[in-house]
C-alpha cells in the first residue's frame, strides 16, 4: 500500500521559513514526478513544486519561483520542500503526490496523495 505522509506545517510569520517533508513508503522512487501541491479556502488545487526522481529536474509555479526549493533524498524516499520568504497568500493546505509520468506538475496526473498539512502566513 502507497503511503505517503506529509508534515512540517504550521503558523509563521510574512518572511519567515517552513519546510515541509513528504515520506512516501511502499513506492519506491524510481523514473516518477513527486509534486507537492496546495489548495487554500474556495481556490483550485494549484502545483507548487515537482521534482523528477529520475534526473532531478525540477519545475516551480511563478508564484513561487525563487523562495521555495524542492529536493528529493532517494534512499529516504523523502521529498521536501523549503519555504523561504513566506507570503500570507501561501497560506494553504499542502499536499505531496506521486506521478507515475515524468516531468509533469498537473494534479489529475498525480496517482497516490497524502494528508494534507497546512501552513498559515500571518501578516
Known amino acids: 500500500e502507497v503511503q505517503l505522509q506529509a508534515s512540517g506545517g504550521g503558523l509563521v510569520q510574512a518572511g519567515g521559513s517552513l519546510r515541509l517533508s513528504c515520506v512516501v513508503s511502499g513506492f519506491t522512487f524510481d523514473d516518477n514526478n513527486i509534486g507537492w501541491f496546495r489548495q487554500a479556502p474556495g481556490k483550485e488545487r494549484e502545483g507548487v513544486s515537482c521534482i523528477s526522481s529520475s534526473d532531478g529536474d525540477t519545475y516551480y509555479a511563478d508564484s513561487v519561483k525563487g523562495r521555495f526549493t524542492i529536493s528529493s533524498d532517494n534512499a529516504k524516499n523523502t521529498v521536501y520542500l523549503q519555504m523561504n520568504s513566506l507570503k500570507p497568500e501561501d497560506t494553504a493546505v499542502y499536499f505531496c503526490?506521486?506521478?507515475?509520468?515524468?516531468?509533469?506538475?498537473?494534479?489529475?496526473?498525480?496517482?497516490?496523495w497524502g494528508r494534507g498539512t497546512k501552513v498559515t502566513v500571518s501578516s
Open positions: 503526490a506521486v506521478s507515475p509520468y515524468l516531468k509533469v506538475c498537473s494534479s489529475p496526473l498525480y496517482e497516490y
